[in-house]
Each structure stands twice: as structure tokens, then as C-alpha cells.
């Protein structure tokens, strides 16, 4: 199939990634690819497929090459996919890799923006019962999944170190931060900190924004936490590799990639739930889970910092858990659906 993806940025981050997991491993499939971005889109994640730059800060109709489906995911892409696919230019099928509505500016256009294709595509059940109930449709899921670079190298331990916790966190400035609930997450790591004072903690953010945030710059000048900034994959692999617990505070997120990833290299997951999440994590068996209200994150972290045998078989049975989410999983089921709604539009 000929298909056309526009995507506004492939900075680091899970929405970004899955799309260019996607994009490339369609295109080694044999499919005609092309990623339509913006004159000042950023790609951080090395790509397979033609990337075709449009010569306006604004994608138009006009941009777009003539195929068999057009793939839209952020809202602000999706007026002009439905006007490309009027001109025969494509199918238009959406990806929703968030649900914006909910805890992004200009919701009113977001949300009004799933009123305009059936043909969607979601990544958990949390997102298409949210997405079932507000509009009537019920989305396809393809979910996430880990790159092979990610897996447990079994650094930790080695020499009797100290316990290492680590999170990410991201650039505060630009309004997109929220729903990671960061100001939490310090708060609890400071609280750990307190209680266990024998601990590392080491925060991972990507380098450039890092470079671009004041806040971030800030925050680690004052020497309370180790930062990492990893440029690339296998360093990402190292710093998870490197960490006993990993937290996650975010409250809202349809795949939360993070998570899963760092239960794939062999830490223990300390997580606030936040909807998405819950299709590879179960408290007590595979992590520790609680609900943002309860204000339990430093209790967890501790809980597994004072018990290796419960930190240990967390990280295992969540290690073991992750293996069968592959991104050639995801591109298969992925393409399926697409085959599938193809084909039922012809007839």
C-alpha cells in the first residue's frame, strides 16, 4: 500500500517513537512510505522511509502525494488529512496516540477533531472506552511496543553499589508537561531521599531539552540528583540497565513507553496509574501501582529499597511480562487493521 503519514515533529518521546517504529518497519514491509512534515519539523529518531518537507511552517492538502490511506495522529493533522482525502489523495484512518481533549490547550478543537473519520486506530483500552463514550467510536487497538536495543545487560549489582532510582523528566516549559505530575514525582524522590539517604537518584531527560530549559538547568545545578542525558538508544538501554527502581508519576498516558521499556532491562517499576498503563502492569505482581490521590509513591519506592526479595521478583516477572510487546508485533497488527478497514471502505 501507498501510505502518507504527517507528523509535526520526531523529537525524542513515546508518541514520536511509535510513529517512526511504524513508518520504518511498513516501509521494510514493502509498503510505499512517506512521513509529511512541516519546514520546521525535528527528527530525532533515524528513518528508513522518504521524509518529504514541506516548504510551509503549515501543512496543506497540497503537500500531500497521492496514495491508498493517509495516516493522521495529532488533532491538528487531522483537518488536513480529511481535506487531502477528499481530493483522492488517500484513506483517512487516524492513529490517536493521546487523547488531547482532556489535558491539552484548545481541547475544543481537539475534541471536535473526533467527529471527522471513523476509520481510528487507539493504543489501550482505556483510551477507546474514553474515545467510545465522548463520540461513539470505537477504535482499533494496536499497541506499543520495546525496541530490541532494550534488555536486561544485568549491570545492577555488580560490585555491591549503592540502590539506584530513576525517573525522566521533561522540559516543563511549553505547556506539555502536566499530566506528568513532576512536581510530585521530586517531591517523592526527595521524601525517598530523605528516608533512605543511602540511595542514588538519577534523573534521565533528553539532551536537547535539557540544553533548551532554564527549569531543567536549574533543577540539576543544585546537586540534589544526578542527571543522564542519553543521545540514542543503546544509551537509554544502559541508564535503565544501570537503575534497581524505576518511577513513573505521569497520570495520563495512552501507551506510557517509559514504563515498559525500563521493565524490559530488568527494573522494578514504582507507578502512579495512569490509564494506559494497565496493559502490562498489575500491582503486586508485576510492580507497584497507586492512584495519584493516594500519595503513595515514596512509600512504594521505599517499600522496595528495604525489600530486595519483592524488588527482585517484581523486575523479573515484569521483565517477563514486556516480551511480548515488540514493535514488529504492533507494525503487524498494525497493518492488519489497515487491510482490514481498506477494505471494508472498497466495499
Not at 211 to 236: C, H, M, V, W
Amino acid at each position: 500500500m501507498r501510505l502518507t503519514f504527517p507528523i509535526l515533529t520526531l523529537s525524542r518521546g513515546g508518541a514520536q517513537r511509535m510513529l517512526a517504529e511504524l513508518a520504518n518497519r511498513l516501509f521494510e514491509a514493502g509498503h510505499e512510505v512517506v512521513v509529511l512534515m512541516p519546514s520546521y519539523a525535528t527528527v530525532e529518531y533515524e528513518m528508513k522511509c522518504p521524509i518529504v518537507i514541506s516548504p510551509s511552517a503549515v501543512l496543506t492538502e497540497h503537500d500531500f502525494p497521492y496514495g491508498d490511506v493517509i495516516i493522521s495522529n495529532y488533532y491538528t493533522t487531522v483537518p488536513v488529512s480529511e481535506r487531502a482525502s477528499a481530493q483522492g489523495k488517500g484513506l483517512h484512518v487516524r492513529l490517536a496516540l493521546c487523547y488531547e481533549p482532556t489535558f491539552l490547550p484548545d481541547n475544543n478543537q481537539s475534541f471536535a477533531s473526533y467527529n471527522s473519520t471513523r476509520n481510528l486506530l487507539v493504543l489501550s483500552r482505556w483510551q477507546q472506552e474514553i474515545i467510545r463514550i465522548n463520540h461513539g467510536i470505537k477504535g482499533r487497538i494496536v499497541p506499543i511496543g520495546v525496541n530490541p536495543d532494550f534488555s536486561n545487560t544485568h549491570l545492577r549489582g555488580r560490585g555491591g553499589g549503592k540502590i539506584v532510582i530513576s525517573a525522566i523528566m521533561r522540559k516543563p516549559e511549553g505547556g506539555f508537561s502536566g499530566h506528568r505530575e513532576q512536581d510530585y514525582l521530586l517531591q517523592e524522590l526527595d521524601t525517598v531521599k530523605q528516608l533512605h539517604p543511602e540511595v542514588d537518584i538519577y534523573i534521565i531527560t533528553p539532551p536537547a531539552e535539557y540544553a533548551s530549559s532554564s527549569y531543567l538547568q536549574k533543577l540539576f545545578g543544585e546537586g540534589r540528583y544526578e542527571i543522564r542525558t542519553p543521545g540514542n538508544d543503546s544509551e537509554l538501554s544502559y541508564h535503565y540497565n544501570e537503575s534497581d527502581i524505576f518511577v513513573s508519576s505521569s497520570t495520563y498516558d495512552t501507551g506510557s513507553l517509559p514504563g515498559l521499556e525500563a521493565m524490559r532491562c530488568g527494573a522494578a517499576l514504582v507507578t502512579v496509574y495512569s490509564g494506559g498503563n494497565l496493559e502490562y502492569c498489575v500491582h503486586g505482581h508485576n510492580c507497584l501501582m497507586s492512584y495519584r490521590y493516594e500519595n503513595r509513591l515514596a512509600e512504594d519506592i521505599s517499600a522496595l529499597v528495604k525489600d530486595k526479595e519483592l524488588r527482585q521478583r517484581l523486575a523479573a516477572r515484569g521483565e517477563l511480562d514486556s516480551q511480548r510487546f515488540t514493535w514488529e508485533r504492533s507494525m503487524q497488527i498494525f497493518q492488519s487493521e489497515l487491510f482490514e478497514i481498506v477494505s471494508r471502505q472498497g466495499g
